[in-house]
T-cell receptor, first 114, second 114 residues
Framework: GAVVSQHPSRVICKSGTSVKIECRSL??????MFWYRQFPKQSLMLMATSNEGSKATYEQGVEKDKFLINHASLTLSTLTVTSAHPEDSSFYIC??????????FGSGTRLTVV | AQTVTQSQPEMSVQEAETVTLSCTYD???????LFWYKQPPSRQMILVIR??????QNATENRFSVNFQKAAKSFSLKISDSQLGDAAMYFC???????????FGTGTSLTVIP
């Protein structure tokens, strides 16, 4: 089946620094990837839809300048949390849609800002 | 607007018994898919089962089956012969084919009692 690789799985950073999370579709091309945020014991909240070669579409309430999304190729999308603060600590998950298997999710990134 | 509702925040089942998780949804679209995803403690999202709305036959994957009632907009998941490894959060999800829209329910935490 389709595989989406997400790195890093865990990251701890200092407040004020930026963190980049990568999401790669390993055996298929993904023109669209999705970024979610998940708080403990809650559902996934869609943050933005990443489109290859164009600007990402952000959900209402998500700061574009805080969460920078780049989708420069058909297999890679990145989410950069800029000037991270403790309230940005969360679990971030990406997904991509394959025409045969539907949505496939990355393994997630646990971000802790100290 | 589309909504997905899981009315059971927590469920428990004895090992080897059967449990049914409920999901209702609302959409005015005619072309959509429904999914059940499992999220174990590792937090990797795992596709359990998928149902195309145009198919009347209920999807089945080994011990997992759905009861898809299109008119009632109900999509329940039945897990037979429950195993300890089935313990996880289960999310019901709706995909609207037009526009790549994807909606998650709030999740049901399933505990399997040995």
């Amino acid at each position: 089946g389709a595989v989406v690789s997400q790195h890093p799985s865990r990251v701890i950073c200092k407040s004020g620094t930026s963190v980049k999370i990568e999401c790669r579709s390993l055996d298929f091309q993904a023109t669209t990837m999705f970024w979610y945020r998940q708080f403990p014991k809650q559902s996934l909240m869609l943050m933005a839809t990443s489109n290859e070669g164009s600007k990402a579409t952000y959900e209402q309430g998500v700061e574009k300048d805080k969460f920078l999304i780049n989708h420069a190729s058909l297999t890679l999308s990145t989410l950069t949390v800029t000037s991270a603060h403790p309230e940005d600590s969360s679990f971030y998950i990406c997904s991509a849609r394959d025409r045969f298997y539907g949505y496939t999710f990355g393994s997630g990134t646990r971000l802790t800002v100290v | 607007a589309q909504t997905v509702t899981q009315s059971q925040p927590e469920m428990s089942v004895q090992e080897a018994e059967t449990v049914t998780l409920s999901c209702t949804y609302d959409t005015s679209e005619s072309d959509y898919y429904l999914f059940w995803y499992k999220q174990p403690p590792s937090r990797q999202m795992i596709l359990v089962i998928r149902q195309e709305a145009y198919k009347q036959q209920n999807a089945t994957e080994n011990r997992f089956s759905v009861n898809f009632q299109k008119a009632a907009k109900s999509f329940s998941l039945k897990i037979s012969d429950s195993q300890l490894g089935d313990a996880a959060m289960y999310f019901c999800a709706l995909e609207i084919r037009a526009g790549n829209q994807f909606y998650f329910g709030t999740g049901t935490s399933l505990t399997v009692i040995p």
